[in-house]
Nanobody, 123 residues
């Protein structure tokens, strides 16, 4: 099972920072690509970032490139998303999810999903 947790609170001012964490129970992260996705009402779910331990690949959506950083901690079997310089458009429900082996830009390819956490960026 994949779970996600918000660190530092879910409400942040424009320009602020926040870190999300993802952990797996019953999964071996080495066999999966871990992605961070987000969704707002009325819009399609978007892959924000992804990390694959199989081919050492990292992916960032253009909208967050240079502001968000994905990292992992193999010893703790966790993946983190550091979000800096947050904007109101970043407001969304964020999900941690696992895909088979390699990163994918298609949300439907992710098989295991965390419950999601709301991030609100105020101006």
């Amino acid at each position: 099972e994949v779970s996600c947790r918000r660190l530092g609170g879910g409400l942040v001012q424009t320009g602020g920072s926040l870190r999300l964490s993802c952990a797996a129970s019953g999964l071996t992260f080495d066999d999966y690509a871990i992605g961070w996705l987000r969704q707002v009402p009325g819009k399609e779910r978007e892959v924000v970032s992804c990390i694959s331990r199989s081919d050492n690949t990292k992916y960032y959506a253009d909208s967050v490139k240079g502001r968000f950083t994905i990292s992992d901690d193999n010893a703790k079997n966790q993946v983190y998303l550091q979000m800096n310089n947050l904007k109101p458009d970043d407001t969304a429900v964020y999900y941690c999810a696992a895909a088979a082996v390699f990163c994918t830009l298609s949300p439907q390819e992710y098989d295991y999903w965390g419950p999601g956490t709301l991030v609100t960026v105020s101006s």
